[in-house]
């Protein structure tokens, strides 16, 4: 029980080693994710811009299990919670 409080008891920013970090460079997935949008958006209505959709939609999806599961701090490991979840709740609505 101790162990759970200690866990919501501490900076979300912290890292292991006590740095508070809250943003950092890109990660390649994000990087990827958005030279997808990018594409998405110069090839307009194209079966190649429906690929483009498809992967951002991968690359955002493999960023926030990353994060999930190897974030630094809990606020980044929240933060691909999130994310996967909207994603997921946007695929719903679509649907």
């Not at 951002?56 to 630094?72: N, S």
Request: with cysteine.
């Amino acid at each position: 029980m101790n162990t759970i409080i200690s866990f919501f008891n501490k900076n979300p920013f912290k890292d292991t080693k006590g740095h508070v970090v809250i943003a950092q460079t890109p990660n390649w997935q994000l990087l990827g994710a958005i030279l997808a949008h990018i594409g998405q958006i110069v090839l307009g209505d194209s079966s190649l811009a429906n690929v483009a959709s498809v992967l951002r939609l991968v690359f955002i999806l493999f960023w926030a299990y990353e994060e999930l599961f190897r974030g630094v701090n809990l606020f980044r490991r929240c933060l691909g919670l999130f994310v996967i979840a909207g994603v997921i709740a946007t695929l719903y609505r679509l649907q």
